[in-house]
């Protein structure tokens, strides 16, 4: 079956923008998560959606990032004014949700280059 | 708090020796922890996981192996080929917490032909 996918692969943008980035999770998968892994660097764990849940958002670095998820489907993970420090691969990655089923699948993540 | 650390950034290895990648975490709270590979320009690749109750899992030439007395996680990967080079993540997970994984800085595996 399909795994994550995310889109676009690669974004370019200028300091001061704004970017969208978009996640489609595996389907009947009800967890999605949003990481942000910097050149050389780990995983940084950014926000979780879990159903109708409220989301966790306790690893968005500043009130610029948010993100949105419709139902149990596409997630849009928002930067507002972009700044260069945000430049960086962002990945996506889902699950089942729920006690025991708790493997994340990742996508190949947005790799987004701010100037 | 919680952190998850690798004790080598970097591992070169001949193919068709064994390797053995290590971890280290903090939180004795967590019960469930993840090796990833990830290679060059990819998302991370699940390859095993094991949970707290267990302190030593299989799958296909890879075995990971939990020590919770000193909080050490390794994998194990049999015969290293060299579509096995690639960084290597562990990550944790504390059950009934957030359901965030830590993830350490990983180690880069290079295997020599």
């Known amino acids: 079956g399909a795994g994550v996918s995310q889109s676009p692969s690669n974004k370019v943008t200028e300091k001061g923008k704004d970017v969208e980035l978009r996640c489609d999770p595996i389907?009947?998968?009800?967890?999605l998560y949003w990481y942000r892994q910097r050149l050389g660097q780990g995983l940084e764990f950014l926000i979780y959606?879990?159903?109708?849940?409220?989301?966790?958002k306790s690893g968005l670095p500043s009130d610029r990032f948010s993100a949105e998820r419709t139902g149990e489907s596409v997630s849009t993970l928002t930067i507002q004014r972009t700044q260069q420090e945000d430049s960086a691969v962002y990945l996506c990655?889902?699950?089942?949700?729920?006690?025991?089923?708790?493997?994340?699948?990742f996508g190949p993540g947005t790799r987004l280059t701010v100037l | 708090g919680e952190s998850v650390g690798l004790h080598l950034p970097t591992l070169s290895v001949q193919e068709g020796d064994n390797s053995i990648i290590n971890c280290a975490y903090s939180?004795?709270?967590?019960?469930?922890f993840i090796w990833y590979k990830q290679e060059s320009g990819k998302g991370p690749q699940f390859i095993i996981d094991?949970?707290?109750?267990?302190d030593k899992r299989q799958g296909q030439r890879v075995t990971v192996l939990l020590n919770k007395t000193v909080k050490h996680l390794s994998l194990q990967i049999a015969a290293t080929q060299p579509g096995d080079s690639a960084v290597y993540f562990c990550?944790?997970?504390?059950?009934?917490?957030?359901?965030?994984?830590?993830f350490g800085k990983g180690t880069k595996l290079t295997v020599n032909p």
């Open positions: 939180n004795s709270a967590s019960d469930y």
């Open positions: 389907s009947g998968h009800t967890a």
């Open positions: 959606f879990q159903g109708n849940s409220a989301p966790d």
């Open positions: 990550a944790e997970k504390v059950w009934g917490g957030s359901e965030k994984l830590v």
């Open positions: 094991i949970r707290s109750n267990m």
């Open positions: 990655a889902s699950s089942l949700g729920g006690l025991g089923a708790d493997t994340q699948y």
